[in-house]
């Protein structure tokens, strides 16, 4: 069964900090996605990654970057984190063509 | 532009009944596949079903099934036999292959709660 881990459950991270949220799959995927979920916004994407060392941008990266030096391992970093990011963060990956994402337990995070 | 539209924020269904959830979709790619998901107060996201923009039939998975309707650019999903258990966040997806380079898009979700 496809595994995918966050580091974190819960967050708690003050203005201006740089946060490193971690993602890992063991399915060796190469499409990866970090997503926000706000409530009666559903689930909209920061960036997704195709490959090692690729990245392209979501709907919303402003604020946002993201690192895939390893297949199995897609970070998302909030340079100076600001208390609009304060949201539930979701990572998913999947193989290849239209199989379905395999999503994390996602890290909700709070910055005060 | 790929975009996903789900209105109805809360909707309410009796046990035993069955439910249409409504997803409309828009997309200039003929190739493209769209996801159903639920989501429980756990937080976990669920894979439900799918369907391919070339498949002639719609799509069923136990008590989940996709009504498509290609012309209309509609993706609803219908619950039958509603259960408690059904009580949850859905959320309808689209990933187009061709011009959306691999990423998935979700709707806003809609919040069903089963009652007794």
């Known amino acids: 069964d496809v595994k995918v881990t966050q580091s974190s459950r819960y967050l708690v991270k003050r203005t201006g900090e740089k946060v490193f949220l971690e993602c890992v799959q063991d399915?060796?995927?190469?499409?990866m996605f970090w997503y926000r979920q706000d409530p009666g916004l559903g689930l909209r994407l920061i960036y997704f990654?195709?490959?090692?060392?690729?990245?392209e941008k979501g709907d919303i990266p402003e604020g946002y970057s993201v690192s895939r030096e390893k297949k199995e391992r897609f970070s998302l970093i909030l340079e100076s984190a600001s208390t609009n990011q304060t949201s539930m963060y979701l990572c998913?990956?999947?193989?290849?063509?239209?199989?379905?994402?395999?999503f994390g337990n996602g890290t909700r995070l709070t910055v005060t | 532009a790929q975009k996903i539209t789900q209105t109805q924020p809360g909707m309410f269904v009796q046990e035993k009944e069955a439910v249409t959830l409504d997803c409309t979709y828009d997309?200039?790619?003929?190739?493209?596949?769209l996801f159903w998901y639920k989501q429980p107060s756990s937080g976990e996201m669920i894979f439900l079903i799918y369907?391919?923009?070339?498949?002639?039939q719609n799509a069923t998975e136990g008590r989940y099934s996709l009504n498509f309707q290609k012309a209309r650019k509609s993706a609803n999903l219908v619950i039958s036999a509603s259960q408690l258990g059904d009580s949850a966040m859905y959320f309808c997806?689209?990933?187009?292959?061709?011009?959306?380079?691999?990423?998935?898009?979700f709707g806003a979700g809609t919040r069903l709660f089963v009652k007794a």
């Open positions: 998913a990956s999947y193989g290849t063509g239209y199989s379905p994402l395999h």
């Open positions: 399915m060796d995927h190469e499409n």
């Open positions: 990654s195709y490959d090692v060392k690729m990245k």
């Open positions: 997309t200039s790619d003929p190739s493209y596949g």
């Open positions: 369907q391919g923009s070339y498949d002639q």
């Open positions: 997806a689209m990933r187009e292959v061709n011009t959306g380079g691999f990423k998935t898009i």
